[in-house]
């Protein structure tokens, strides 16, 4: 499918999911809950979100161990500076543009960049499975998320699978690259070995028990803290809702990150939240409130600390347009 084309079926796609939201809204009742927001409570919800970036650079800095010169602050950088990729540039390109940022200027190579990153998605998986199994604890989840947790079920154990077999066993990724070298096109082959190599790259780290141990730790605490700042801005805008609401609307509004958009999530994100909330809010217009306050929020932070970061490192965005689009390229 042409670029063109993609994008606007994200734009698309991204209207219909801002008119769901918008729908049916008493704007008197959202303008009530802003005025009636706590704005500490904001602020602290935003912080607790940044942090969450925080552990996420420390979790990156030991998917990409050895890498001497290496720093947190370092992999918080470029982590900001995907973020901001995907809040304004087309087609996601935010992995994409951190791991060719890392790759290149830290000399590690692009694909071992894009194999950590990788790793880091199997793990993302696991946890928010493993929050929604919790959730079943507490709640009778709608037909559709179990419908949704099946299939994560699903994708995860292959990944899973997957990984083990790349990260544990180097010499069967030798044989296995071999046949694949004999049985398919020279190019396919090349193509898929590549995949195969850059992928055990970025999972080096976990071959090691005390590697996997603190990416597992890392990897609950991210998502233990962003489940806490969820539930810090939902009682900012005076939700009733229980403290375990914040982890379902987590969940649910992630689960939406498969959705094509436009960038920055708008709408997709809006009326997940909208839909999440509706099992204990059922006035649309301070749900409302709370999806496009928090909205606004992530994305200044996005935009504000991306832009520093990239201004920092001496690129432009129309530059790491073009170097993550040539990457992409080169990857595919």
Request: proline share 4%; glycine share 10%.
């Given at each position: 499918?042409?670029?063109?084309?993609?994008?606007a079926i994200?734009?698309l796609?991204?209207?219909?999911?801002?008119?769901?939201?918008?729908?049916?809204?008493?704007?008197?009742?959202?303008?009530?809950?802003?005025?009636?927001?706590r704005?500490?409570?904001l602020?602290a919800?935003?912080?607790m979100?940044?942090?969450?970036?925080?552990?996420?650079?420390?979790?990156?800095?030991?998917l990409?161990?050895?890498?001497?010169g290496?720093?947190?602050?370092?992999t918080?950088a470029y982590i900001?500076?995907?973020?901001?990729?995907n809040?304004?540039l087309?087609?996601?390109?935010?992995e994409?543009a951190?791991?060719?940022?890392?790759?290149?200027?830290?000399?590690?190579?692009?694909?071992?960049?894009?194999?950590?990153i990788?790793?880091e998605r199997?793990?993302?998986?696991?946890?928010?499975?493993?929050?929604?199994?919790?959730l079943?604890?507490?709640?009778?989840?709608p037909?559709?998320?179990?419908?949704g947790?099946?299939s994560?079920i699903?994708?995860?154990?292959?990944?899973?699978a997957?990984?083990?077999?790349?990260?544990?066993?180097?010499?069967?990724?030798?044989?296995?690259?071999?046949?694949m070298a004999?049985?398919?096109?020279h190019r396919?082959a090349?193509?898929?070995?590549?995949?195969?190599?850059?992928?055990?790259?970025?999972?080096?780290?976990?071959r090691?028990?005390?590697?996997l141990a603190?990416?597992v730790?890392?990897?609950?605490?991210?998502w233990t803290?962003a489940?806490?700042?969820?539930?810090?801005?939902?009682?900012?805008?005076?939700?009733?809702?229980?403290?375990?609401?914040?982890?379902?609307?987590?969940?649910?509004?992630?689960l939406?990150?498969?959705i094509?958009?436009?960038p920055?999530?708008?709408?997709?994100?809006h009326?997940?939240?909208?839909?999440?909330?509706?099992?204990?809010?059922p006035?649309r217009?301070p749900?409302l409130?709370y999806?496009?306050?928090?909205?606004?929020?992530?994305t200044?932070?996005?935009?504000?600390?991306?832009?520093?970061?990239?201004?920092?490192?001496g690129v432009?965005?129309?530059?790491l347009e073009k170097?993550?689009?040539e990457?992409?390229?080169?990857?595919?």
């Amino acid at each position: 499918m042409r670029s063109s084309s993609r994008f606007a079926i994200g734009v698309l796609i991204s209207a219909l999911f801002l008119f769901l939201a918008l729908r049916n809204v008493e704007w008197v009742e959202v303008l009530n809950a802003w005025r009636a927001a706590r704005p500490l409570g904001l602020a602290a919800g935003a912080l607790m979100a940044v942090a969450c970036w925080g552990i996420g650079a420390i979790r990156w800095r030991v998917l990409l161990a050895p890498a001497p010169g290496l720093r947190i602050r370092d992999t918080f950088a470029y982590i900001s500076i995907g973020y901001l990729a995907n809040t304004v540039l087309p087609f996601r390109l935010g992995e994409l543009a951190r791991a060719t940022l890392i790759g290149r200027k830290k000399k590690l190579g692009v694909g071992r960049a894009l194999g950590s990153i990788a790793v880091e998605r199997v793990f993302d998986l696991l946890t928010v499975i493993t929050i929604t199994l919790l959730l079943t604890l507490l709640m009778k989840i709608p037909p559709a998320i179990q419908a949704g947790l099946a299939s994560m079920i699903g994708l995860a154990l292959v990944a899973l699978a997957i990984l083990l077999a790349l990260s544990l066993n180097q010499e069967r990724l030798h044989r296995l690259t071999a046949v694949m070298a004999r049985l398919m096109p020279h190019r396919v082959a090349e193509r898929l070995v590549g995949l195969a190599t850059s992928f055990a790259g970025g999972a080096g780290a976990i071959r090691r028990p005390s590697g996997l141990a603190a990416v597992v730790g890392l990897s609950a605490a991210l998502w233990t803290v962003a489940g806490a700042a969820t539930l810090v801005w939902v009682r900012a805008f005076n939700l009733a809702a229980p403290w375990y609401a914040g982890y379902f609307v987590l969940v649910v509004v992630n689960l939406g990150s498969a959705i094509p958009s436009s960038p920055g999530y708008i709408g997709v994100y809006h009326y997940l939240a909208v839909l999440a909330l509706s099992m204990w809010v059922p006035e649309r217009g301070p749900a409302l409130a709370y999806a496009i306050g928090t909205h606004a929020l992530i994305t200044l932070a996005n935009i504000s600390l991306g832009s520093f970061f990239l201004a920092r490192e001496g690129v432009s965005l129309r530059s790491l347009e073009k170097q993550s689009e040539e990457s992409g390229k080169v990857d595919r």
